[in-house]
C-alpha cells in the first residue's frame, strides 16, 4: 500500500508538473497571440497611415500636374501674346525711325524759319518805306497831279 500511495503520489507529481508545462506553454502562446494581434493592429495602422499618404501624395501630383499644365498654357499664351508684340513692333518699327528724321527736320526748318525772320527784319529796317500803289488805295506819299486833258 505504501507503494500503491507512492505510486499515486508521483502520479499527482507528474500530472500537476504536466499541468504546470501546460500552464507555460499556454501562457507563451497567449503571449505570441497577443503580440501578434499588437502586431496585425500596428500594421492595420501602418498600412492606413500609408493610404492616406499616398492619397495625398497623389492629390499634391495631380493639383501639381493641373498648375504645370495650366502654367503651360499661360506661358503659350504669353509667348503668342509677345510674338504679336514683336510682329507689330517691327512693323512700326520704321514710323518711329522716320519720326526720329521728321523731328530733326522740324528743329531744321524751324531754325531756318527764325534765321530767315531775322534776315527779314534787317531788310525791313534798312529800306525805305514802300508806297502802296494798288488801284484801290491812296498812295501813302503824295503822287505827283495828273495832267489834265
Known amino acids: 500500500s505504501d507503494m500503491s500511495i507512492r505510486s499515486e503520489v508521483e502520479e499527482c507529481m507528474n500530472i500537476m508538473l504536466m499541468d504546470v508545462e501546460t500552464a507555460f506553454y499556454l501562457r507563451q502562446e497567449l503571449e505570441l497571440q497577443a ?18 499618404a499616398n492619397a495625398e501624395r497623389e492629390a499634391r501630383e495631380s493639383e501639381h ?46 531754325e531756318d524759319l527764325q534765321i530767315a525772320k531775322e534776315q527779314a527784319k534787317h531788310v525791313a529796317e534798312s529800306k525805305p518805306e514802300k508806297v502802296d500803289y494798288s488801284k484801290d488805295s491812296k498812295p501813302k506819299e503824295e503822287a505827283p497831279p495828273a495832267a489834265e486833258g
Open 35 to 52: 503580440t501578434k494581434h499588437a502586431m496585425e493592429t500596428a500594421t492595420k495602422h501602418h498600412q492606413a497611415t500609408i493610404l492616406e
Open 65 to 110: 500636374s493641373g498648375l504645370a499644365d495650366q502654367m503651360v498654357q499661360e506661358v503659350m499664351s504669353l509667348s503668342r501674346e509677345l510674338e504679336e508684340l514683336l510682329q507689330w513692333k517691327r512693323d512700326h518699327e520704321h514710323k518711329v525711325e522716320e519720326y526720329g528724321g521728321l523731328v530733326a527736320k522740324l528743329a531744321q526748318t524751324e
